[in-house]
T-cell receptor
Framework: DSGVTQTPKHLITATGQRVTLRCSPRSGDLSVYWYQQSLDQGLQFLIQYYNGEERAKGNILERFSAQQFPDLHSELNLSSLELGDSALYFC????????????FGSGTRLTVV | AQSVTQLDSQVPVFEEAPVELRCNYSSSVSVYLFWYVQYPNQGLQLLLKYLSGSTLVKGINGFEAEFNKSQTSFHLRKPSVHISDTAEYFCAVSANNAGKSTFGDGTTLTVKP
């Protein structure tokens, strides 16, 4: 157990639907990062939150949004889902300074059918 | 901005042979460097990190990496690999105190008996 909890582990949904992925960071970590991993695109950075505020944005589609709540857990919302959104979605957490690297969760495997 | 290039997408080796996975980076500022390992159907796990000081850093599972500032490289090595080292390995760079890491595309290490 890495200390980062992601739920659900697996999700199968239809095109056009909306899903929410949840992440609880390791105790004491203030930063949360979301990544998408697919076979053809590799590990793509989506977005970073630090202590409730958005800090950095990567290749995140407009159909996707995220937030970090006061208790520091984060949610990634994916809407109007397309087949190409099928991927592994990872959450990682860190202290926020970058010195200690990331602690990753085990991921949510999203399958859009 | 930082970038990372992992020079080999796949590295096949025989058990008990030495291995080197190559990583080059570019950055206009001082950086922290990391190697992560991802076993099948799992999240990424931090192997080792370079922050400052000694250019040779040791990590878990017998891996080590050497930071070379003049060549902007951070190659990962292991003197004798095991079947259980079969996994994908990611090199990552983070600008000092920026928090967000940039990942390479990964190198798949396959250890054959």
């Amino acid at each position: 157990d890495s200390g980062v909890t992601q739920t659900p582990k697996h999700l199968i949904t239809a095109t056009g639907q909306r899903v929410t992925l949840r992440c609880s960071p390791r105790s004491g970590d203030l930063s949360v990062y979301w990544y998408q991993q697919s076979l053809d695109q590799g590990l793509q950075f989506l977005i970073q939150y630090y202590n409730g505020e958005e800090r950095a944005k990567g290749n995140i589609l407009e159909r996707f949004s995220a937030q970090q709540f006061p208790d520091l857990h984060s949610e990634l919302n994916l809407s109007s889902l397309e087949l190409g959104d099928s991927a592994l979605y990872f959450c990682a957490s860190s202290s926020g300074t970058g010195r200690n690297g990331y602690t990753f969760g085990s991921g949510t495997r999203l399958t859009v059918v | 901005a930082q970038s990372v290039t992992q020079l080999d997408s796949q590295v096949p080796v025989f058990e008990e042979a030495p291995v080197e996975l190559r990583c080059n980076y570019s950055s206009s500022v001082s950086v922290y460097l990391f190697w992560y390992v991802q076993y099948p159907n799992q999240g990424l796990q931090l192997l080792l990190k370079y922050l400052s000081g000694s250019t040779l850093v040791k990590g878990i599972n017998g891996f080590e990496a050497e930071f070379n500032k003049s060549q902007t490289s951070f190659h990962l090595r292991k003197p004798s690999v095991h079947i259980s080292d079969t996994a994908e390995y990611f090199c990552a760079v983070s600008a000092n105190n920026a928090g967000k890491s940039t990942f390479g595309d990964g190198t798949t290490l396959t250890v054959k008996p």
